[in-house]
């Protein structure tokens, strides 16, 4: 595999590997909502929830990451 080919299927495991975890831990595989616009929202809600949990997970390992965005 060429070194172009291999990033490529490296971030495209990497994005794979976040949809995974959406649809696991923020029900990504199904919406709530109604509609087009409710998916819309119930994607955006996800990815916020995602964003959330790996912020206190990184301040978690890092206290200092605390004082630094108050």
């Known amino acids: 595999m060429?070194?172009?080919k291999k990033k490529?299927?490296?971030k495209r495991s990497?994005?794979?590997?976040?949809?995974s975890e959406g649809k696991?831990?923020?029900g990504l595989d199904?919406?709530?909502y109604n509609g087009?616009?409710?998916d819309r929202i119930w994607?955006?809600?996800s990815v916020m929830a995602l964003n959330i949990r790996k912020l206190l997970r990184d301040m978690?390992?890092?206290p200092e990451l605390i004082y630094r965005f108050a």
């Open 2 to 4: 060429t070194p172009s």
């Open 8 to 10: 490529l299927s490296d």
């Open 14 to 19: 990497a994005i794979e590997a976040k949809i």
């Open 24 to 26: 696991r831990m923020c």
């Open 30 to 32: 199904r919406s709530l």
């Open 36 to 38: 087009f616009t409710g």
């Open 43 to 45: 994607a955006a809600l």
């Open 60 to 62: 978690e390992r890092s």
